[in-house]
């Protein structure tokens, strides 16, 4: 009967620290992107959560988006901008963040990769890999305004050829 009980507390334990786990694994709401749908969840190494003025709040997938977000409300006044560690995958100051630009890596929404470190040595560690240059997010953001008509063409041009995949045309 003891053993029983000492297995029971083992499971109740085990299943507790299972669902602490699986929570920690989902990030801040909403669920996708306003812009493009994506899963916020998927994409947590490039998320952002905008704050404005007012209080309300705004969560994209990437800088791209973000950048769509802050070019549509450009009346609205940001108190903090947040963006996904690319190595921890937890929010971070968007603004003091070490930026990695281009590079070999494909990036979110772009083809020219836009990602924030809050460590500058995870970033320089992530250059050496796989390229790119150091920047701060003035740079980033000026970065994925540059690039934007060239990726909305390309993710245009993406859904497309999904459309037309799922639809049995070639």
């Known amino acids: 009967m003891k053993n029983m009980l000492k297995f029971l507390v083992a499971i109740a334990l085990l299943l507790t620290t299972a669902a602490l786990v699986t929570a920690t694994d989902k990030v801040e709401g909403p669920d996708s992107c306003k812009y493009c749908g994506m899963d916020r969840t998927k994409f947590a190494h490039s998320r952002m959560l905008i704050t404005y003025h007012d209080g309300s709040s705004v969560g994209t997938c990437s800088v791209h988006c973000t950048a769509v977000e802050l070019a549509n409300n450009i009346d609205r006044m940001p108190t903090s901008i947040k963006v996904g560690d690319f190595t921890t995958q937890k929010l971070i100051d968007a603004e003091t ?5 281009g590079g070999d890596k ?4 772009t083809a020219r990769a836009k990602w924030a470190f809050a460590n500058k040595a995870d970033a320089e560690a992530f250059i050496k ?4 240059t150091l920047g701060s997010f003035d740079d980033a953001i000026k970065a994925a305004y540059e690039d934007m008509y060239k990726d909305t063409k390309m993710i245009r041009e993406r859904r497309k050829m999904m459309k037309m995949k799922h639809s049995g045309q070639h």
Do not use: E, Y
Request: hydrophobic share 60%; no cysteine.
């Open 97 to 101: 963040a070490h930026w990695v630009i």
């Open 106 to 109: 494909m990036g979110v929404m």
């Open 129 to 132: 890999a796989h390229k790119g």
